[in-house]
Nanobody, 114 residues
Framework: QVQLVESGGGKVQAGGSLRLSCAAS????????VGWYRQAPGQQREFVTS???????NYADSVKGRFTISRDNARSTVYLQMNSLKPEDTAVYYC????????WGRGTQVIVSS
């Protein structure tokens, strides 16, 4: 059974930083594409970033230059370093893995105050 557990969310002032983590189990993590989506109140879930098995990355335009995704295959963990946070980054952040299907974590709340 695939399980994803996010951590690292919280409340921060605009301009601050947070680092999210997502630990995976029940899957061959090194063979999976992994990434993050987010969902703000009243809005649809939107793509944030992904990292492929070969370490190439993709970012939504809204976070380019501020967010960095990385992965540690030995720990089956994906990270999201978020810098220069803005109030519009406020959302629940969900990690996912793509490996013979897509699996989601339960999300972690990020609140950025102005």
């Amino acid at each position: 059974q695939v399980q994803l557990v996010e951590s690292g969310g919280g409340k921060v002032q605009a301009g601050g930083s947070l680092r999210l983590s997502c630990a995976a189990s029940g899957i061959i993590f090194s063979l999976a594409t992994v990434g993050w989506y987010r969902q703000a109140p009243g809005q649809q879930r939107e793509f944030v970033t992904s990292i492929l098995t070969g370490m190439s990355t993709n970012y939504a335009d809204s976070v380019k230059g501020r967010f960095t995704i990385s992965r540690d295959n030995a720990r089956s963990t994906v990270y999201l370093q978020m810098n220069s946070l803005k109030p519009e980054d406020t959302a629940v952040y969900y990690c996912y893995v793509d490996r013979m299907g897509r699996y989601w974590g339960r999300g972690t709340q990020v609140i950025v105050s102005s």
